[in-house]
């Protein structure tokens, strides 16, 4: 795929930062726009955000990425990743930012990041793979009953999220696989950008139109989509996909932070300790599983050099 000069401009800028420094950049990035978003609640209402921020994140992303119609018709099973995708995402973002209306940050980013953690955990068969899963489990409690009340809505919403969220990393990495650079991440915001028009406009009226709820929803577009979508795509291109996930294990305290300075939503201290709980049982998952797959591609190994070594005397017959 022929990148334009933008693309080509961000490769070389990042190219130049540690790979560590671009995934926590995207962290950074995605939590500061959930915090900055509920400015112009009041006016356009979650979904008027949402639906602007996808709408513009779309565009930039497109003209980044320079998406080829033809793709989609050449490449087997492409469209259908991308509609999948895109609605996924979609419901996440109804989800995640209309939660955070009804509940602190951190506590949502902590229980959306229950979605990749289960995927983390998918398939485990080892008694030591409960470890995490109960780490987690302690950390959810914590953070449901450690001081300050969560609305059921909210908790809710944030599941909602989670399952979306988690729904779209399997789908999108068909979608990696199918489509080459960024174009399938193009595709995919602008269909979500579609889906949430008919919430964002019944929603946010006229107010879509206002110069201060466009210029967050730019912020919150370019803050929380376009910059960490293409950060933690190169960053996947120079570490292994355990360390990233390690790293992105901080976004519950990340979202924490953001919600506590931007936001001023205040947590119980046992409600940190839950947040902690569950980032670092993402952490334990993490490296579980990259001994897991060390492990079996081990007894792969194994396996084939025992059938060599059976099949050798017969063909020397």
Known sequence: MKQSSTARGFSAATGKVPAPGLVLGGVCGIQFGAAFAPR??????????????????????????????????????????????????????LAFYEAVDHIPLGAVATIEFL???????????RAIDLLPAGMAAGGIMLLGGGGVPLDPLGLLLAATAACCWGGYILVSARMARRLSGGQGLALAVVWAAVLTAPYGIAQGGTALLDPGVLGVA???????????????LEALRRMPPRVFGVLTSLEPAAGAVFGLVILGQQLAWAQWLGIAAVALAS???????????????????????????AVLPTESR
């Open 115 to 125: 979605g990749p953690f289960a995927i983390a955990l998918a398939g485990s068969r």
């Open 218 to 232: 730019a912020l919150v577009a370019v803050a929380s989509s376009v910059l960490p979508y293409s950060l933690n």
């Open 40 to 93: 112009v609640y009041p006016q356009a209402g979650a979904a008027g955000v949402v639906f602007l921020r996808l709408l513009i994140a779309g565009v930039l992303l497109c003209l980044l990425w320079r998406p080829q119609r033809q793709a989609l018709s050449s490449v087997k099973g492409a469209r259908g990743t991308v509609i999948a995708a895109g609605a996924l995402v979609a419901g996440h973002h």
């Open 283 to 309: 952490v334990a998952a993490t490296f579980l599983g990259a001994g897991q797959r060390k492990a079996s591609r081990v007894r792969a190994k194994g396996k084939a050099a025992r059938q060599e070594h």
